[in-house]
């Protein structure tokens, strides 16, 4: 079936460093797929998407590849803020038809000044 | 542009009573989803509607949850009765016609006593 693998957090980082979080899918077809950002106390927000494969989604210095080849669509952050600190979701969208996504579990970024 | 509105924003209610949660999506999304949220379990898409017609309630864990939508702005999700362990953030979406994305509203922190 279709499912979403990301790696397990809490990640830790300390202000300015490299962020990569992995992010690995089976799924049927060629599907759609997105990275949430979740910062406490609010619902989800769309950060970035990728709907084809070798698609560079971006978005506040986030990029995600699809990577067909190895099933991936890992975020990455050339240097993170305090601010980014939140839980960021990867998921796929089956169809458009449906507009079901299959959600990772989540993984909690914390940044330290 | 408003977003997903969804209230209340928080609920403390005994078990046993009802609860029911509110949900106004974009005007102009045909797709709504509720989704609940809790540390164990991760995000559960619990059901979803397409043009205001149920399409996949799967996710609805028992017979005391239910949802309805009976116009293109207004969705409900209720308990009845509600138990402790239903305490969790119940988010609710929407989306537009051919668009993948969904929209978040903020919550709902439900707590049963």
């Known amino acids: 079936g279709n499912s979403v693998t990301q790696m397990e957090g809490p990640v830790t980082l300390s202000e300015e460093a490299f962020l990569t979080i992995n992010c690995t899918y089976t799924a049927t077809g060629y599907p759609s797929l997105f990275w949430y950002v979740q910062y406490p106390g609010e619902g989800l927000q769309l950060l970035l998407k990728?709907?084809?494969?070798?698609d560079k989604g971006s978005n506040k210095g986030f990029e995600a590849t699809y990577r067909k080849e190895t099933t991936s669509f890992h975020l990455e952050k050339g240097s993170v803020q305090v601010s980014d600190s939140a839980v960021y979701f990867c998921?796929?969208?089956?169809?458009?038809?449906?507009?079901?996504?299959?959600f990772g579990q989540g993984t909690t970024l914390q940044v330290k000044p | 542009d408003a977003g997903v509105i969804q209230s209340p924003r928080h609920e403390v209610t005994e078990m046993g009573q009802e609860v029911t949660l509110r949900c106004k999506p974009i005007s102009g999304h045909n797709s709504l989803f509720w989704y609940r949220q809790t540390m164990m379990r991760g995000l559960e898409l619990l059901i979803y509607?397409?043009?205001?017609?149920?399409?996949?309630d799967s996710g609805m864990p028992e017979d005391r949850f239910s949802a309805k939508m009976p116009n293109a702005s207004f969705s409900t999700l209720k308990i009845q009765p509600s138990e402790p362990r239903d305490s969790a953030v119940y988010f609710c979406?929407?989306?537009?016609?051919?668009?993948?994305?969904?929209?978040f509203g903020d919550g709902t922190r439900l707590s049963i006593l």
């Open positions: 998921a796929l969208s089956r169809t458009s038809n449906t507009g079901k996504l299959i």
């Open positions: 509607f397409n043009n205001n017609v149920p399409i996949d």
């Open positions: 979406a929407s989306r537009g016609h051919g668009i993948e994305a969904q929209h």
């Open positions: 990728a709907t084809k494969a070798d």
